[in-house]
């Protein structure tokens, strides 16, 4: 039985947890830091440790023997967290530094994409504001722009004219809006379609894909608004059809493997592909994420069926191809609900009502939530992420909806439309 420690504190690290403490495989599950959510589950152990002390963390695993630890942010991985405790001989599931510079470095994950010939957007890259802007005098509106380094889902502006885009340039190198992150960007053209997310599990050269889901990053109901981390998710993804899904296997995600092996750095760990997916079914990376999507993370760890702990584990020792993976066949979808006025300004501490309705079959994932007291108290811009299964999309997205109406704290905001895309269709 193992003993396993997930890092992190948001939606993704909550649904994570949760899956592995139900594994038949699994032993005890601790989370640093977690957060209201996973301190109110009863098999999972919130853990007051600074993540980005590695020697602290190697400290606990060894106290506490964990046999797998599972790293949900990028900023640890990009950081080296999985190098640091691999060295020290703990299974560390995600990819070491130099891998994670697929979501580390935008700049990075367009090289490596034209150099290996893997679909994506036409694109430029620049560190002053002039050379930008006189890019920008050629090219076609809307553009894509975005800051090269890690920016918390925030460093992405799609603009719609040339004011809105050299605005975006100048708040990027000029203001350092995002620090380091931006000061270098990424000018890209804009893709028309669907977008999909495709995420799987790798081990350097095999690998076992997830579910397919769908993730909403604008921020108001038809997919209108500033871009956001993602304002709900939902499993499985229609617009992946059994072409797509072929196409993207071979000449994205395997074509990746083989590029990041033969460029000297396996990736082991959660590879995750966002897609844009055109009217003629061809699918286009828009990003690479190093780990779980989050809101996808919710709704797919709803569905997965499989000991977590045991694939990860597989992944580590090279032994995919070994294993297979078990979904249920229902539709899942996650509602996000945020703080009104995210993803700008918003206010914390705000008092969270109503989680107690929640009737048995949904699942609530708490985000940025905190405990105080008995009471549980806002701490961030997305807050919950609010999912239920169900025999189709429509009767999943009504269960969800039903408990988002039941919770509240006076300033939550959320999109009233998720899966509409899919419903439609």
Request: with cysteine; hydrophobic share 45%; charged share 20%.
């Amino acid at each position: 039985m193992n003993r396993v420690l997930v890092i992190g504190s948001g939606g993704r690290e909550h649904a994570l947890a949760w899956r592995l403490s139900q594994s038949s495989t699994v032993e005890k599950t601790f989370v640093a830091p977690g957060n209201a959510g996973t301190a109110l589950e009863p098999a999972l152990e919130n853990v007051v440790l600074e993540v980005s002390d590695f020697s602290a963390v190697i400290a606990f695993c060894q106290i506490q023997n964990i046999q797998l630890v599972v790293v949900g942010p990028e900023q640890p991985l990009v950081d080296g967290i999985v190098d640091a405790l691999t060295a020290a001989g703990i299974a560390c599931f995600g990819p070491t530094a130099q891998a994670a510079q697929l979501e580390g470095s935008k700049a990075f994950a367009k090289d490596f994409l034209n150099r290996h010939q893997i679909p994506t957007a036409a694109y430029a890259e620049f560190t002053e504001v002039a050379a930008a802007n006189a890019y920008l005098a050629d090219q076609q509106f809307p553009i894509v722009i975005k800051a090269d380094g890690l920016a918390a889902g925030k460093g992405v502006v799609i603009a719609e004219d040339m004011t809105e885009a050299q605005a975006a340039v100048a708040d990027m190198l000029a203001d350092n809006k995002f620090g380091a992150a931006g000061s270098r960007i990424i000018i890209e053209e804009f893709l028309q379609g669907e977008e999909a997310s495709y995420i799987v599990i790798a081990d350097g050269e095999n690998f076992i894909s997830m579910a397919t889901s769908q993730d909403h990053k604008a921020r108001d109901d038809g997919d209108s608004g500033p871009n956001t981390g993602g304002m709900g998710a939902y499993s499985p993804a229609p617009v992946v059809t059994p072409k797509i899904d072929q196409q993207v296997a071979d000449k994205v995600i395997q074509a990746t493997l083989d590029g990041m092996l033969k460029d000297g750095m396996p990736f082991t760990g959660f590879l995750y592909a966002g897609l844009m997916i055109d009217d003629q079914g061809q699918a286009k990376v828009l990003e690479f994420n190093v780990r779980f999507g989050d809101p996808e993370t919710q709704p797919i760890m709803l569905r997965l069926k499989s000991n977590l702990d045991q694939l990860c584990l597989a992944a580590i020792d090279k032994r995919l191809s070994e294993v297979d993976c078990q979904w249920d066949e229902r539709f899942a979808l996650g509602v996000v609900m945020a703080e009104a006025g995210y993803p700008f300004s918003y206010a914390k501490n705000n008092v969270i009502n109503g989680l107690d309705t929640v009737a048995s079959e949904v699942k609530v994932f708490h985000a940025g939530t905190t405990k105080k007291g008995d009471q549980v108290i806002t701490s961030g811009g997305r807050v919950l992420c609010v999912c239920a299964l169900d025999e189709s999309l429509q009767q999943a997205q009504n269960k969800a909806y039903k408990a988002v109406k039941n919770i509240n704290w006076g300033s939550e905001y959320y999109r009233s439309d998720i899966g509409f895309k899919a419903i439609k269709s």
